[in-house]
C-alpha cells in the first residue's frame, strides 16, 4: 500500500498525474478492444423475442449445437489421451532417443489446422491419394472421411501438443523422490502414477485439456472442409447469405461456450496454484525402464507424429511435382499476395506493441484493481472465435458507415479495420510477452535514474525501454506470425481482391485446384515453425 506521504510526493513531482495518465491511456485502449464485442451484444438484443425464438427452435441450431459439443468432447478427451502418455513417456521412462520424440510430437504445433484438414481429404478421402495406392489391392473405395469423426481426428492431430506440453511442464516439475518413496511402499508402476504423479500433474493436464477444447470450438478451417455443421460454419454460411440475425445469435451461444470454458481455466488455475514446487527430473535418468516394451514404445510418438507431419508433407511434395500451374492461373500466387499477407501482420504487429506497451506496463508496475481489469480485458479478443470476431466487426463497421459523419471515411472492408481485427484478436500475446519482460527490471533502476535528476518519461526512455526490447520484439514477433495464418477474420474483413496466402489456400482448396495451395501452405508452415522457435526462446 502507498502511504499518505508517498502520495503527496508523487503529486509534487507530477508522477502521480502521469500515473493517472497511464492509466486512462491503458483504459481507453482496453475499452476500444471491447467496442466490437459490445456492438454484436447490441445487435443480437435489437433482434425481436419472437424471431429470435423461431431462430433458435430450428432443428438446424440443435444440430449445430450438439455437433460442437461432440466436437469438443472428442478432441479434448483424444487430446488427453495422447498426450499424457507421450509427456509421460518422454519425461520419466527409457524411451530410446526421448529427447528427439520430446520436440518431434510437438511439431504438429506449427501446422494449421487447415492445411491439415485439406490434406487429409486428399489422401483419405474416398478416392484419395491412399485408396490409389491401394487400387491393386482390389479397394476400389475408402470409407467416408468427412463428417464428425473425421473432424476430431484432424484437430486432434494439431491440438493435443497443447496437452503434451502443459503435462511435460507439469511432470518435469515433480519431485521424483515422492515416486522413488511410493516404490518403496510396494506401489506398482500404475499404482504410482495413479496415486503420486496423477494428483500433482492433473492441474497441468486440465490446463492443456481446456486449450484443446478452446481451440476445437473456436476452429473454423476444418469443419468447413469437413462439412461438420457447427456454430464456426454455420456463422459464415448465414452471413454470407445474409442472415446475419441468425447469425448474431449463434455467435452469442458459441461465446456462452467459451466462456464456460474460461471460467473452468480460471478456476483450476486458481485451485491448481500450489502445484509444480517440486524438483525437476529433466537432467536426471529416468525413474521407470520400459523393459521389453522399451522399444514398441517408440510406436506410439513415431504414429502420431508421423500422422500429422508426414501426411501433409507427403501431400504438398505430391501436388508440387504434379502440379498444372495452368489449370486456373487466377489462383497463381502472386508477389502482390505476398506482400499483402507480410504487409498487414507487420502493421498489426506494430501497432499491437504501440497498444500493448501502456497496458502491460500499467499491470506490470501498478498494483491495482483497474490494472488488473485492463490487462485481462485485452484477453477478451483472443479468447474470442475469430469467425465472431469478424461478424462483431461487421456490424461495428457497417453500423458506423450507417451513421455517415461528415469527414470520416467508410471503413467496411477496408485494410486498416482488418488490421485493427488482428490487433484485437493477437495483441494479448504481445502484453503478455512485454509484461513479463517488464516484471523483470529492478524497479530500483528506475529509482536511481530519477534520483539524478531524470523525469519519469525520460527514465522509462533511457532505463526501461531497452531491458524490455526483447520482450516487446518477441511479442511482436508472435502477432506478425499467428496473423499471417489467421484464416476466418481475413476472409470476412478483407477488402474486395486483397489477397493474402490464407485466402490463397482457400480458395485453390474450395475449387478443388490443390496444386495452387502447395507454396503458400509451405510458406505458411514455415512461418508457424518461426513461431514454435519464438515461444521456444521465450521459455529458454
Known sequence: MTSPIDRLRAIADGSGDRSVGLTLLAGAIAATLLVPLTWLVLEAIRVAPDRAWDLLARPATADVLLNTLLLMGGVTGLSILIGVPLAWLTVQTDLPFRRF????????????????????????GPRGEFQAILQPLGIDRLPEIYGLPGSILVITLYTYPYVYLTARAGLLSFDSTLLEAARTLNHGRWQAFRRVTLPHVRPSIAAGALLAALYAVSDFGTPVIMRLPVFTRQIFVELDSFGQDYASLLSLQLLGIVLVILAIESRLRADGGGHGDGVGTAGEEPLISLGVWRWPATLLPAAVAGLALLVPLWILGL???????????????????VTNSIGVAAAAALVAVAASVPVAYLAARHDSLAARVFERATYVGFAVPGIVLGLALVFFATGFDGLDLPLLPAIYQTVPLLIFAYVVRFMPQAVGSIRTSTLQVDPKLVEAARTLGETPLRAFRTVTLP???????????????????????????????????VTVIWRAQENAFYQYAVVPSLLLLVVSGLSMVVLLRQDS
Do not use: N
Open 101 to 124: 520424440w520430446s520436440v518431434v510430437v510437438a511439431l504438429p504445433l506449427v501446422v494449421p489446422s487447415y492445411i491439415g484438414a485439406f490434406t487429409f481429404v486428399s489422401a483419405f
Open 467 to 501: 531491458l524490455v526490447t526483447p520482450g516487446i520484439v518477441a511479442g511482436g514477433a508472435l502477432v506478425f506470425l499467428t496473423t499471417m495464418k489467421e484464416l476466418p477474420a481475413t476472409l470476412i474483413l478483407r477488402p474486395t481482391g486483397f489477397e493474402t496466402l
Open 319 to 337: 501436388w508440387f511435382v504434379t502440379a498444372d500451374l495452368t489449370a486456373r492461373p487466377s489462383l497463381a500466387l502472386q508477389l502482390s499476395t
